[in-house]
């Protein structure tokens, strides 16, 4: 198996608080493939029980993954118009462009779906459409300017030093929720992989909150060509948190 549907969720203290993630992964169910890997990645609080209740709601066979050792617990100095979102957020978006890389490396492409998006069109689709392009997606979607201070200098410095001529882009990328990536041919991309490890080094993502969201957009737009990523209305599923169906 090179192929991987992946979701991030957090471990709680009743079963019925997965009642959420349990929609999700039943969804999922009427194009099960046996094919694909389907991993759960989690902070380390999803106790084996809670493991094996999850387990027992779905056909799909789960593989939960312990990605605690990416999650920071240290005081942070927030740039204060961000102090509304908490550590944790500031984790998920780190773990979603920084870090998730070092527990797939025996894959060649994913599809995130998140814990609250409920995916109703045949997925198997986007890792099709993944043997041509880098990135699918099933909306483009703006971000605001209080969360991404700073963002489009850091990265117009950063690739001018890397002989890139700065673009006048809008700050924006493919809504991240769900998003499908052939990690094999991002990891043959060097300026992406030097981009990466510089927004982690910046530490940006915890001090000025700089989401997946705007981070994809600006790693697709200076280190792909605009014809090997797309948006696909194959891509059709229900955003929970955001009330908002794609697709």
Known sequence: MDSAVIVLTRGYSKK?????????NKKLERYYNKNIRYIIFHEGNISENHQEYIQLQTIIPLNFVNV??????????????????????????????????MYLTDYNKILRIDEDCFYESDYN???????DKVAVYGLWSGDAEFVTKGLQDFTKTFMYQHNKKPLKNKIGGPYTNVLGLNLKKMRKNILLTQYIKAVKKSDN?????????????EALSYCFPINSYRQSNQIQYYHGSHNKRVG
């Open 205 to 217: 993502i915890y001090i000025y909150r700089w989401g997946d969201l705007p981070l994809w957009g």
């Open 68 to 101: 605690s050792k990416s999650f920071r617990t240290e005081k942070i100095d927030f740039y204060p118009p961000t102090s509304g979102f908490s550590l944790g957020y500031r984790n998920m978006c780190n773990f979603w462009f920084c870090d998730f890389w």
């Open 125 to 131: 689709n986007v890792f099709n459409i993944l043997d």
């Open 16 to 24: 019925k608080e997965y009642s959420t993630l349990i929609k999700r």
